[in-house]
């Protein structure tokens, strides 16, 4: 179930997992209301640390945040975060529905020892990016 996230600057779509009908809720409500997802403006990030891929009709961001850790954001909406650690790579990932029952997987790896990032969707690479690659 999807609904509409009414806000004054014009909001986004979010996936919420109740059944209401959230545009009928205040905004604090709503909030509350959607529990799973942040719904967040993306920070103020340094270009090269934020990666926006657009993916059919749907959009989506990988951000290496100032203090090293790897999130995933979808339509304006943090889907994944996974704080800096022991394990190396970090890993996020998400489950996107384009169309009627058409899921698409995305994945995304922060190699930190090396500064790399490796994004697929449905195993497929789409970005690969390090220090000693130059961007298209």
């Given at each position: 179930?999807?609904?509409?996230?009414?806000r004054?600057?014009?909001?986004?779509?979010?996936?919420?997992?109740s059944?209401?009908?959230?545009?009928?809720?205040p905004?604090?409500?709503?909030?509350?209301?959607?529990?799973?997802?942040?719904?967040?403006?993306?920070?103020?990030?340094?270009?090269?640390?934020?990666?926006?891929?657009?993916h059919?009709?749907?959009?989506?961001?990988?951000?290496?945040?100032?203090?090293?850790?790897l999130?995933?954001?979808l339509?304006?909406?943090?889907?994944?975060?996974?704080?800096?650690?022991?394990?190396?790579?970090?890993?996020?990932?998400?489950?996107?529905?384009?169309?009627?029952?058409?899921?698409?997987y995305?994945?995304?790896?922060?190699?930190?020892?090396?500064?790399e990032?490796?994004?697929?969707?449905?195993?497929?690479?789409?970005?690969?990016?390090?220090?000693?690659?130059?961007?298209?």
């Amino acid at each position: 179930h999807r609904h509409k996230i009414r806000r004054p600057s014009g909001g986004a779509s979010c996936p919420g997992p109740s059944q209401c009908r959230a545009s009928e809720l205040p905004l604090a409500r709503q909030i509350r209301h959607t529990p799973k997802i942040r719904r967040l403006v993306h920070p103020e990030i340094a270009l090269d640390r934020r990666f926006d891929i657009p993916h059919r009709h749907k959009t989506f961001s990988v951000v290496i945040t100032d203090d090293g850790a790897l999130e995933l954001w979808l339509d304006g909406c943090l889907r994944k975060r996974r704080n800096p650690g022991p394990r190396d790579p970090l890993y996020v990932w998400t489950n996107i529905e384009l169309d009627w029952e058409e899921h698409h997987y995305v994945e995304v790896r922060y190699y930190r020892r090396v500064d790399e990032l490796k994004v697929t969707i449905n195993g497929e690479p789409i970005l690969e990016q390090s220090p000693t690659m130059v961007s298209p």
